[in-house]
């Protein structure tokens, strides 16, 4: 079994390997194309077929692999064309660049945000070009087929859903791989402390950017809302590891503002303009997650008034 999760070296084993991959990635796509509502399973499982061989295989033929195995499952479901390439190719590309934020030891949650980033940027750019060769708009067509395209502002959440989708699968596909490496080649991830700050202060920042816009745009404030809240999620553990009592008394006080402004800020009733304010509940977290990793930064017993070591 060990001898399967292992890097590959040379052009034989790498040619091999990404092979039987890249034929997986077109076995997937026929059978999407195929079973009906498939494509909502996998996509969260292409990302992981792609990242575990992107894991193991020679970076120098990644570009090849990404290549073919688009190209290949095209190819095996190019009777739908248009699922090919809003499905597939971003979960395939994605996946991949995925395998090699991971492998590169980048910090978790940074690489987990890229691929989701990347999934999400992929799918739009597919969208003309599958629209274009089929006449299909997969939004529109996805949702006629759940019934909500009446709905009142349902447009304005699909980035966000999109993001948090691609974001799922790319969870799913980075705790994979990190077992397995973990599971058969005995590698622990190390911590990255640059990740421990670029995870809150992303997400501060994105945070700031989408309550400002929720003014203007609930659609670009909903989008960066759901981006600052996995880049929190990711940069909770600096906040909750070894931090003292009034920390978290602080951020609960902080909070309980947040939600004061938030019910003056939203007084005309709850909408999706309102939604796009929750923007202002992050600010507090990801800013106590950002001071508490960067404090270790200044020296011993400098973490949230912990004592020297």
Known sequence: ????????????ENVAFLS????????????????????????????????????????????????GASLLSVAFSFHDLGSALFYVVPAVLSGTLLGLFVSKGYDFGLAIFAAAFLNTGFAYLSLPISKALTGVDFVEFALVLLGISEKEGVYEIIP?????YGAAASSLSAFFVSYLSKRFMGEE???????????????????????ALSWASVLFSLLLFS??????????????????WWVFALLVVLEFGALFLFAYLVDGGIGLDSAAKLSLFL???????????ALPYLGPG????????
């Open 227 to 244: 981006m600052a809240l996995l880049l929190a999620f990711m940069g909770a553990p600096s906040l909750f590891r070894k931090n003292p």
């Open 189 to 211: 991830r190390k911590e990255s402390r640059v990740g421990e700050l670029l995870s809150p202060g992303l997400s501060l920042l994105l945070a700031a950017i989408g309550l």
């Open 302 to 309: 400098t973490k949230m008034g912990r004592g020297k070591k």
């Open 160 to 164: 966000s859903f999109f993001f948090a």
């Open 1 to 12: 079994m060990k001898d399967i999760f292992r890097p590959r070296k040379g052009l034989a």
């Open 283 to 293: 600010l507090p977290f990801s800013f106590l997650s950002l001071v508490s990793a």
């Open 20 to 67: 039987l991959f890249a034929a997986i990635d077109a076995v997937l796509a026929l059978l999407m194309s195929f079973v009906p509502l498939s494509s909502l399973f996998v996509i969260v499982f292409l990302p992981g077929v792609s990242s575990f061989a992107s894991f193991l295989a020679e970076k120098k033929y990644l570009p090849v692999y990404a290549v």
